[in-house]
């Protein structure tokens, strides 16, 4: 949906999304990251969003640049999507921690937090999240299924929040280091705010 055919003035968000695969990024098989980060964040936002797309190989230098990059072209939440387990060639979150101004280790916690409840190995996983200048970085697993867990979280038989995911953190997150105010789908992922920071519930216009 669009802010001008409901009315609303949602704030417009530049969103950088990041598939990191030397398979994927040479031709080998089709990227299935950038497609699934797009297609979640399209269903959890109601805010305009333009996004700027990366698809690029495991090589850490490269990694660093291009978040750099999306950080300086002015989005204000960048999602990378893969390398980030134990194997030699992953090095997303090295190349994370190189460009970081603060480090937020709460959201690689709770992202491994999730993926406990499907499988033991989760505790090889190595997702990071930083802030850069005013831009958050989180990466996230490399698997569609696995990426929409972690960001929504799990959600028990009756539709009750099981396990908390990481996105009803980043809209408030993204408030504190001066970026746009991101409003969710509360049926796909409901953004938690204090009172304090939380704007006038719209109504939408006639």
């Known amino acids: 949906m669009s802010s001008s055919e409901h009315g609303y003035p949602f704030d417009?968000?530049?969103?950088?999304?990041?598939?990191?695969?030397?398979?994927?990024?040479?031709?080998?098989?089709?990227?299935?990251?950038?497609?699934?980060?797009?297609?979640?964040?399209?269903?959890?936002?109601?805010?305009?969003i333009t996004f700027?797309?990366?698809?690029?190989?495991d090589e850490q230098e490269a990694i660093s640049q291009a978040l750099i990059e999306l950080v300086d072209a002015g989005c204000a939440l960048v999602l990378t999507t893969g390398g980030?387990?134990?194997?030699?060639?992953?090095?997303?979150?090295?190349?994370?921690?190189?460009?970081?101004d603060k480090e937020m280790?709460?959201?690689?916690?709770?992202?491994?937090?999730v993926s406990l409840e499907f499988v033991p190995t989760?505790?090889?996983s190595r997702q990071v999240a930083v802030i850069r200048k005013q831009s958050l970085i989180i990466n996230l697993p490399g698997q569609p299924k696995a990426i929409a867990e972690t960001l929504e979280g799990l959600k028990d038989a009756e539709g009750n929040s099981k396990v908390q995911g990481v996105f009803t953190?980043?809209?408030?997150?993204?408030?504190l280091i001066g970026?746009?105010?991101?409003?969710t789908v509360n049926?796909?992922?409901?953004?938690?705010?204090?009172?304090?920071?939380?704007?006038p519930q719209r109504v939408p216009a006639a």
């Open 122 to 124: 989760a505790i090889l």
């Open 84 to 100: 980030t387990g134990p194997a030699l060639r992953d090095v997303t979150p090295e190349a994370t921690l190189a460009v970081a």
């Open 169 to 175: 953190a980043v809209p408030y997150c993204i408030d």
């Open 52 to 57: 700027e797309a990366r698809l690029i190989p």
């Open 179 to 183: 970026g746009p105010y991101l409003e």
């Open 12 to 48: 417009p968000v530049t969103i950088g999304i990041v598939s990191i695969s030397d398979r994927a990024s040479s031709g080998i098989y089709e990227d299935k990251g950038l497609p699934a980060l797009q297609d979640w964040l399209t269903r959890a936002l109601m805010n305009p």
């Open 187 to 199: 049926t796909v992922c409901k953004a938690f705010r204090p009172k304090s920071a939380q704007r």
């Open 105 to 113: 280790a709460g959201f690689g916690e709770q992202m491994r937090r």
